[in-house]
C-alpha cells in the first residue's frame, strides 16, 4: 500500500476547488466565481487499489485585509508544510501576475527544503485552448526557472513537471494524478476507504448554503458572510447566516424574501428528501476582523 498527501496551492479563483471535486468524482468543497471562496483546509480523499491520496485543497494565498485573510493565509502555509506533492497552481486564462510568482516561488522553496515533488499545473486549458495553454506552459517555465534562481532552489526546479489541465472537464488530470501517485511512499491508508472528505456533516451543509449565497451576491458582501449550522435535530437544520451590517441583511433576504428562498431551494435540492432547512439571517458587526468570534468559527 502506498499513501500521501498532496497540497493544491495557487491564487484565488485559479480552480484548486474543482480540481478536487474533479478528482474524487463527488462534490467535497464548494466552488463559486467569487474569490476566497474556500476557507478551511479541506481535504478530499481518493482511494484507489493499493493507493490512498490525501488531496488538501487550501484557501487561495492573497494579501489580506482583514484579519480572517491574514488567517486564511496562515492556513494556507500550514497545508505546505509536511506533504508529499506540491500541486502550483495557475491558469491559462489571465497572464501570470505577482500573485502567481509567489506561490510559485513558495513551492519552490518548500520542495527544494522538504523534497516533495512539485506539480506546476496550468488549469482552464478548456477556455484558454490549446495554443494559449501551450504559451502560457512556457512562460511558466520560465518564470519557474527565473525564481529558481534566484531562490537558490536548483533541485526543486530540476524535479519539477508540468501539466496543463482542464479541472472542469477533467482533461489532464489523469496524469496528474498518476505523477501523485509515482511520488508516494510506502504507508497504511490515512483514512476508511469510504471516506471522501474529512469535513463534517453540519460544516458541508453550512457551506453549501453559503455557496448558493455567493452565487447571488457581488463585490464585498460574499466576504462578509459566515454560514452555521446552530440547530439539527432530525431533518430539521437551522443555518444560521451571519453578515456585517444591516444594509447586507436586507440584500441577502431579498426583496419579499425572494433570495433567500432561492438559496434555500437550491441548498435543500442537494440534502437528502425530506430535510427541513431553515434559514435564519443575523448582524453580527465586523465579525472579520474580530478574533474572538474568527476563534469561535475555527478560523
Ligand atoms: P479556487 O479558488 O482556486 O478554489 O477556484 P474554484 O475551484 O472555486 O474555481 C473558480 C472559478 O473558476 C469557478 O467559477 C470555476 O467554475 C472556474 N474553473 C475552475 N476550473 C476551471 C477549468 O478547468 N475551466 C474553466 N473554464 N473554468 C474553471
Ligand atoms: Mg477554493
Not at 83 to 110: H, N, Q, S, W, Y
Not at 276 to 286: F, I, T
Request: with cysteine; hydrophobic share 40%; net charge negative.
Amino acid at each position: 500500500m502506498r499513501s500521501g498527501f498532496a497540497a493544491i496551492v495557487g491564487r484565488p479563483n485559479v480552480g484548486k476547488s474543482t480540481l478536487v471535486n474533479q478528482i474524487i468524482g463527488e462534490k467535497v468543497t464548494i466552488v463559486s466565481p467569487r474569490a476566497n471562496t474556500t476557507r478551511h483546509q479541506i481535504r478530499g480523499v481518493l482511494s484507489t487499489p493499493g493507493v490512498q491520496i490525501v488531496f488538501v485543497d487550501t484557501p487561495g494565498i492573497h494579501k489580506p485585509k482583514t484579519r480572517l485573510g491574514e488567517r486564511l493565509n496562515d492556513s494556507a502555509n500550514d497545508a505546505f508544510s509536511d506533504v508529499d506533492v506540491l500541486i502550483a497552481m495557475v491558469e491559462a486564462t489571465k497572464a501570470v501576475g505577482p500573485g502567481d510568482r509567489r506561490v510559485l516561488g513558495r513551492c519552490l522553496e518548500v520542495a527544494e527544503r522538504s523534497g516533495a515533488a512539485l506539480a506546476i499545473c496550468v488549469n482552464k486549458a478548456d477556455s484558454a485552448g490549446s495554443s494559449k495553454t501551450g504559451e502560457q506552459l512556457l512562460f511558466v517555465l520560465a518564470a519557474a526557472a527565473e525564481l529558481a534562481e534566484e531562490l537558490r532552489t536548483p533541485l526543486a526546479l530540476e524535479r519539477a513537471e508540468y501539466f496543463p489541465v482542464s479541472a472542469k472537464t477533467g482533461k489532464g488530470v489523469k496524469e496528474l494524478v498518476a505523477f501523485v501517485t509515482a511520488h508516494l511512499d510506502e504507508g497504511p491508508a490515512f483514512y476508511p476507504e469510504a471516506m471522501i472528505s474529512d469535513q463534517d456533516e453540519a460544516k458541508h451543509i453550512a457551506e453549501l448554503v453559503r455557496e448558493q449565497l455567493l452565487y447571488r451576491t457581488r463585490d464585498e458582501l460574499p466576504h462578509a458572510i459566515h454560514c452555521q449550522v446552530t440547530e439539527w435535530e432530525g431533518q430539521h437544520i437551522r443555518v444560521e447566516i451571519l453578515v456585517e451590517r444591516d444594509s447586507q441583511k436586507g440584500i441577502v433576504i431579498g426583496k419579499g424574501g425572494e433570495v433567500l428562498k432561492a438559496v434555500g431551494t437550491a441548498a435543500r435540492a442537494q440534502l437528502p428528501e425530506g430535510t427541513h432547512l431553515e434559514l435564519v439571517v443575523r448582524v453580527e458587526k465586523n465579525w472579520q476582523s474580530r478574533a474572538d468570534l474568527l476563534d469561535r468559527f475555527g478560523f
